[in-house]
T-cell receptor
Framework: KAGVTQTPRYLIKTRGQQVTLSCSPISGHRSVSWYQQTPGQGLQFLFEYFSETQRNKGNFPGRFSGRQFSNSRSEMNVSTLELGDSALYLC?????????????FGNGTRLTVT | KNEVEQSPQNLTAQEGEFITINCSYSVGISALHWLQQHPGGGIVSLFMLSSGKKKHGRLIATINIQEKHSSLHITASHPRDSAVYICAVRSTGNQFYFGTGTSLTVIP
């Protein structure tokens, strides 16, 4: 069974640009959540989707957005990039009710903003 | 104040030693996760707990809901256990909070 796939693995963008990251969950998983990891702040929760609906959102500005498609694949978008957005972005999928089943993480997308 | 506190931050052990990593949290939770992260970034979920104790191979995780405390134990540690271990909680308000991680190095 294929794991969680995140694309691209690496990305370099310029301040002010926007970026879209993709996450394909494990087949059959309906929940996808997104996280940001930085050396200074550690792991932080961005948002969570279940059956195409955003179930909850972390404490990030509106420049961070996401969506989930009917096949459970998810994208997150960051607009007007800032230097501080440089981070490892991880997504995780789970089988059913969000947060009540184990999380399966992708390998992440490492975003560098210059 | 961090909602999740882990200790120790860094841990060095000799191969074969028994290891304990602690996690305390301040919010009401629906579940607690123990995660393992190797260099390069990949994260593996080790346990998800809402009560009691779970065991998988040499790893044991316990949680005390009343005391808002969880421990991860590694018996007979091995160099391949070297990684960062992260405690995460899903709050009853449906937010995820993460500890800052415990960096474990097991020396042969």
């Amino acid at each position: 069974k294929a794991g969680v796939t995140q694309t691209p693995r690496y990305l370099i963008k310029t301040r002010g640009q926007q970026v879209t990251l993709s996450c394909s969950p494990i087949s059959g998983h309906r929940s996808v959540s997104w996280y940001q990891q930085t050396p200074g702040q550690g792991l932080q929760f961005l948002f969570e989707y279940f059956s195409e609906t955003q179930r909850n959102k972390g404490n990030f500005p509106g420049r961070f957005s996401g969506r989930q498609f009917s096949n459970s694949r998810s994208e997150m978008n960051v607009s007007t990039l800032e230097l501080g957005d440089s981070a490892l972005y991880l997504c995780a999928s789970s089988l059913a009710t969000p947060g009540y089943s184990p999380l399966h993480f992708g390998n992440g997308t490492r975003l560098t903003v210059t | 104040k961090n909602e999740v506190e882990q200790s120790p931050q860094n841990l060095t052990a000799q191969e074969g030693e028994f290891i304990t990593i602690n996690c305390s949290y301040s919010v009401g939770i629906s579940a607690l996760h123990w995660l393992q992260q190797h260099p390069g970034g990949g994260i593996v979920s080790l346990f998800m707990l809402s009560s009691g104790k779970k065991k998988h191979g040499r790893l044991i995780a316990t949680i005390n809901i009343q005391e808002k405390h969880s421990s991860l134990h590694i018996t007979a540690s091995h160099p391949r256990d070297s990684a960062v271990y992260i405690c995460a909680v899903r709050s009853t308000g449906n937010q995820f909070y993460f500890g800052t991680g415990t960096s474990l190095t097991v020396i042969p």
